[in-house]
């Protein structure tokens, strides 16, 4: 029996660079290995933009068609819509009762969010206890492995201390997660700050066509002491450094750039010997060489709407499946398989 994978996104809007190097690729790489079970969090993203719930419809299917563009197989991954998974909200209610509000409280990622989106007073409860229903997005298909970005980890600690709480209490059988971390780690923003995201307007999109890539990336933050490009330059914290670790084919020329980087100078033409302008150029092309089949493939694939919502609902009626079934133990452990 192959062992389960679940991981999910929010559709809020296009998938990007960042989902790509955090999760996106691991899960390509896992398919196989695993049963997959892909999450569309419509209702998660309703926690900070339930005012505009139409916006959900197209932006699942972005998501889809991005889930399509980088490889990700339909016949492998289930892609599940979150709001047609009725166990998910039942599994949440009871979970509630196992986790206290200081502990929610102290989750370093939904303080920063908190602060990050000014809710102040009106912070609203659901967007409060989205980690709990989180925990429940993964114990209700009966994860053993969740592959996410690094800022996800407080989210799956969360979730074991919750199905250790409830498998003790209980007696239940619920599987205990484990988090996949990619190799990567977390790609910063176009201008340097931790986190690349939506809501800051520092993404590069996988579906941006190659102008656009080119302009974002031309308009990266660098080094900002590096004023002719002459100067001897700061590779480490350098956002267009780290996207050529993490996007550029040849290692070795990587290296040789940050060697003529930190090394500064000008040749014989008194022009810098790597500007970082050349720099650019070389990650942008680096970039359109990895999102060109993506690319591709996308605009395919958006050329067969019927096709992307049929994968969509197949997904979700097996993601039903095993969720109804997860659900049934759990509802026996606690006792309550009443009729
Ligand atoms: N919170 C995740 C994000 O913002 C999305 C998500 C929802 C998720 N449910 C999940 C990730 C379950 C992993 C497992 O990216």
Request: hydrophobic share 40%.
């Amino acid at each position: 029996m192959k062992k389960t994978i679940l991981t999910g996104d929010r559709p809020t809007g296009r998938l990007h660079l960042g989902h790509y190097v955090g999760s996106l690729k691991n899960r390509v790489a896992l398919q196989n290995d695993y049963e997959t079970f892909i999450l569309l969090a419509d209702v998660q993203a309703l926690t900070d933009n339930f005012e505009t719930p139409e916006m959900l419809r197209d932006n699942i299917f972005q998501v889809a068609l991005d889930y399509l563009a980088v490889g990700l197989d339909p016949e492998k991954c289930a892609f599940v819509i979150q709001s047609q998974i009725p166990q998910i909200a039942e599994l949440t209610i009871f979970f509630m009762n196992l986790v206290s509000v200081s502990q929610v409280e102290r989750n370093p990622t939904v303080k920063s969010e908190i602060m990050q989106k000014g809710f102040g007073e009106t912070l609203p409860l659901g967007f409060f206890c989205y980690p709990v229903s989180q925990a429940a997005d993964i114990t209700a298909f009966g994860a053993h492995l969740v592959p996410v970005g690094a800022d996800q980890a407080p989210m799956i600690e969360l979730c074991r201390d919750i199905v250790l709480r409830f498998n003790r209490l209980y007696g239940g059988t619920l599987v205990l997660p484990e988090a996949m971390y990619a190799e990567f780690g977390r790609l910063p923003g176009t201008d340097g700050q931790a986190k690349m995201s939506k809501s800051i307007g520092n993404t590069i999109s996988l579906s941006d066509d190659e102008k656009t890539v080119n302009g974002k990336v031309m308009s990266m933050f660098t080094d900002p002491n590096r004023l002719t490009g002459k100067e001897p330059g700061n590779v480490e914290g350098n956002p267009v450094f780290t996207y050529l670790d993490a996007f550029h084919g040849d290692k070795a020329r990587v290296e040789e750039m940050k060697a003529l980087y930190r090394a500064g100078g000008e040749n014989e033409k008194g022009k810098p010997i790597l500007g970082d302008v050349a720099v650019k150029r070389e990650l942008a092309a680096a970039l359109n060489e990895v999102l060109g089949p993506i690319r591709e493939r996308r605009a395919e694939f958006e050329k067969s709407p019927d096709f992307v919502w049929d994968v969509l609902k197949s997904g979700t009626r097996r993601g039903l499946e095993r969720a109804e079934s997860v659900m049934e133990g759990a509802r026996q452990a606690m006792k309550i398989g009443y009729f």
